[in-house]
């Protein structure tokens, strides 16, 4: 199997300084991950983007950028056996519902077991454990559930009508995340 570059950015030389050497490999997803493993990758750690074999890769999709990709199909052997590249990496990020990675036999104890200095990002919607743990988690549900859409409005209205959430927040919410994987190191 070939990993191959997806993006590059101009300004990439320049950065690489920070944090070359660092291995990060991130399993492709949505939510704060892509995002993350981006930043990773601007500053400079080598980035593997493990994407699903039936997946298609989009060229256009912004978060590819400073990262290599490799799809394999983690649900066979020869598959996971290429998943385990994270004995020899320092970060692994992935936002899979609760149970996932555990069912692949790449769960947090499997791979410390063989990695113990590893970084185990893991960015779920609504954590781990508790009610809504198995539930797809969005900024929109998080406003909602909290009340914080129904203070949201356009100037004139009264509150809760016509909600205009902030666009900035989905972004803020992704720079956190890329910031928790680092702070361990």
Same mark, same amino acid.
């Given at each position: 199997?070939?990993?191959?570059?997806?993006?590059?950015?101009?300004?990439?030389?320049?950065?690489?300084?920070?944090?070359?050497?660092?291995?990060?490999? *991130?399993?492709?997803?949505?939510?704060?991950?892509p995002l993350a493993g981006q930043m990773l990758g601007d500053l400079g750690?080598?980035?593997?983007?493990?994407?699903?074999?039936?997946?298609? &890769?989009?060229?256009?999709?912004?978060?590819?950028?400073?990262?290599?990709?490799?799809?394999?199909?983690?649900?066979?052997? *020869?598959?996971? *056996?290429?998943?385990?590249?994270?004995?020899?990496?320092?970060?692994?990020? *992935?936002?899979?519902?609760?149970?996932?990675?555990?069912?692949?036999?790449?769960?947090?104890?499997?791979?410390?077991?063989?990695?113990?200095?590893?970084?185990?990002?893991?960015?779920?919607?609504?954590?781990?454990?508790?009610?809504?743990?198995?539930?797809?988690?969005?900024?929109?549900?998080?406003?909602?559930?909290?009340?914080?859409?129904? &203070?949201?409005?356009?100037?004139?209205?009264?509150?809760?009508? &016509?909600?205009?959430?902030?666009?900035?927040?989905?972004?803020?919410?992704?720079v956190s995340a890329a910031r928790r994987a680092c702070c361990p190191l």
């Amino acid at each position: 199997m070939q990993i191959r570059p997806v993006h590059q950015t101009p300004n990439q030389a320049r950065n690489q300084v920070r944090w070359r050497g660092l291995k990060v490999v *991130e399993f492709a997803g949505l939510g704060p991950c892509p995002l993350a493993g981006q930043m990773l990758g601007d500053l400079g750690a080598d980035v593997i983007l493990i994407e699903r074999k039936s997946g298609k &890769a989009d060229p256009t999709d912004i978060n590819n950028r400073s990262k290599r990709r490799i799809a394999i199909n983690l649900k066979s052997d *020869e598959g996971v *056996e290429v998943a385990w590249a994270v004995e020899n990496t320092d970060i692994l990020i *992935e936002g899979f519902r609760p149970g996932v990675m555990e069912k692949l036999g790449l769960g947090p104890d499997e791979c410390h077991a063989r990695n113990q200095r590893l970084v185990y990002g893991r960015m779920t919607g609504w954590g781990q454990e508790g009610p809504l743990s198995s539930t797809a988690g969005h900024d929109i549900n998080y406003m909602a559930i909290t009340g914080a859409l129904h &203070a949201i409005g356009r100037k004139g209205r009264a509150a809760g009508s &016509a909600p205009q959430p902030c666009r900035r927040l989905c972004r803020w919410h992704h720079v956190s995340a890329a910031r928790r994987a680092c702070c361990p190191l």
